[in-house]
């Protein structure tokens, strides 16, 4: 156990509509990013937020956005849901001043777009 | 896109042989990291190796580190069946947060 929750577990989706996840970091931890793994692949990564502020993006589109709380919560927030979207959405919390840097995951939301 | 490839991309041995399965990346990196996946869960963090290291060992895991040849490897020595799970490798670069997974690695460990 990372500490790293995540929510929902599962999502069911219909194209076009607009879906947000939910991430609560480990204790301690400052940084939270989010990676999207579709079936077979590798998690890709979607964008990093510390203190509240997008540090750095991923190759995605605007419809991807997120936020991060006081508490170093987070949310990501997909619009106009396309096929494609489907897939395992994974946080991942970690303190940005520790060295080397080590992220610890969430265990996932599984969305599917219909 | 992906930052490199395992090799080999599914692995079946029996219990209590050794796996070793390998990771191959494109840029220089910081450090390189294995991570350990079950049933399409979360990832879980096992082994750190920075790239002025060569070679890691954490319990039965062994990870070594070519960066002339930009490659990693994972060594589980006595496998259990619990250590059926996909296997990463992830890489980050200097002044750049973000975790590059490669494709994995299925092991499936037979009793």
């Known amino acids: 156990e990372t500490g790293v929750t995540q929510s929902p577990t599962h999502l069911i989706k219909t194209r076009g509509q607009q879906v947000t996840l939910r991430c609560s970091s480990q204790s301690g931890h400052n940084t939270v990013s989010w990676y999207q793994q579709a079936l077979g692949q590798g998690p890709q990564f979607i964008f990093q937020?510390?203190?509240?502020?997008?540090?750095g993006r991923g190759n995605f589109p605007p419809r991807f956005s997120g936020l991060q709380f006081p508490n170093y919560s987070s949310e990501l927030n997909v619009n106009a849901l396309e096929l494609d979207d489907s897939a395992l959405y994974l946080c991942a919390s970690s303190l940005v001043t520790a060295t080397p840097e080590t992220q610890y995951f969430g265990p996932g939301t599984r969305l599917l777009v219909l | 896109s992906q930052q490199g490839e395992e090799d080999p991309q599914a692995l079946s041995i029996q219990e209590g042989e050794n796996a070793t399965m390998n990771c191959s990346y494109k840029?220089?990196?910081?450090?390189l990291q294995w991570y350990r996946q079950n049933s399409g869960r979360g990832l879980v963090h096992l082994i750190l190796?920075?790239?002025?290291?060569r070679e890691k060992h954490s319990g039965r895991l062994r990870v070594t580190l070519d960066t002339s040849k930009k490659s990693s490897s994972l060594l589980i020595t006595a496998s259990r069946a619990a250590d059926t799970a996909s296997y990463f490798c992830a890489t980050d670069n200097f002044g750049n947060e973000k975790l590059t997974f490669g494709t994995g690695t299925r092991l499936t460990i037979i009793p």
């Open positions: 840029t220089s990196i910081n450090n």
């Open positions: 190796i920075r790239s002025n290291e």
């Open positions: 937020y510390y203190r509240e502020e997008e540090n």
